[in-house]
């Protein structure tokens, strides 16, 4: 599914795109997720997005201008079992396969100091940046596995904070940090079923959730500072290089960000 088009495919007009997978995107009203659905509709996937709010996955999808038959909007929270089963279920019976999954839903606690923070809140976090993200895995090899053809490829989105924390970021820090493990262990996993396993982190990206950066965060040494951010399609344009690779390539890690970000350095 992920190999370079034919020369007949190739010479088509640029406003047909070639045709590729299909991929399912979790996190795909909002922000990264919908950059991503969007870039990848561009370049010819079928995409099933998945997210909390119908109606903002029905916006990425109007926002794509793709045909009715390329897409598939399934509201899913991914921290419900139930809920993901169906997702997959739904995948399979529109379009017979998954090819591609951008494991992208996440959520963080705005800034709660450590000793505030409520277990309740912390279980919340865990519930959808980590075991969300091993349901949607879980499922993905599952069917992966057992389509014909045999496999497909995973993104998951990690984050700069998969590397260093932010002050005052503990539960968003210690699930992204545990995002990198399960990244290793699937990518070692999905060998013996043709199944890549990548993750893409992410610096500040233009979208709802990180705007404030613009107007300043705290730093390590307890600054307040401005910081610059990179367009949220140019995250896109990074999840469609790793899509578009042939399965026998893989992705391990990918990280991308402003060039002048403050994450290079001492603290």
């Not at 990425?60 to 009715?68: C, I, K, L």
């Not at 539960?171 to 060998?191: E, F, I, M």
């Not at 199944?195 to 613009?214: H, K, S, W």
Request: glycine content about 10%; proline content about 4%; hydrophobic content about 50%.
């Amino acid at each position: 599914m992920n190999s370079p088009a034919s020369s007949a495919t190739a010479a088509a007009p640029a406003s047909v795109p070639a045709a590729r997978g299909v991929a399912l995107v979790t996190g795909a009203g909002s922000g990264v997720g919908r950059a991503a659905a969007l870039a990848l509709l561009a370049d010819g996937w079928r995409v099933v997005l998945a997210g909390r709010r119908a109606g903002a996955l029905d916006e990425t999808v109007a926002a794509s201008g793709a045909a009715s038959d390329r897409t598939l909007a399934v509201p899913t929270d991914v921290a419900d079992a139930a809920a993901v089963e169906a997702l997959f279920a739904a995948a399979v019976e529109r379009f017979g396969r998954v090819d591609l999954v951008f494991n992208n839903a996440g959520t963080g606690l705005k800034g709660k100091l450590l000793e505030d923070i409520a277990l309740a809140d912390w279980r919340h976090v865990v519930d959808v940046n980590l075991t969300g993200m091993f349901l949607c895995i879980q499922h993905a090899f599952r069917v992966m596995k057992a389509q014909t053809p045999r496999g497909g490829r995973i993104i998951n989105n990690g984050s700069i904070s998969a590397h260093a924390p932010r002050p005052d970021s503990i539960a968003y820090t210690a699930t992204k940090h545990a995002v990198t493990g399960l990244t290793k262990a699937a990518s070692l996993d999905g060998r013996k079923y043709d199944i890549a396993v990548g993750q893409i982190d992410i610096g500040n990206a233009m979208t709802p959730l990180a705007a404030r950066m613009a107007d300043g965060v705290p730093q390590a040494n307890g600054d307040i500072r401005a910081e610059p951010l990179i367009d949220a399609d140019i995250v896109g344009r990074s999840v469609r290089y790793m899509a578009d690779l042939p399965l026998e390539a893989n992705v391990l890690f990918h990280t991308v960000m402003a060039t002048k970000m403050p994450f290079v350095g001492r603290g």
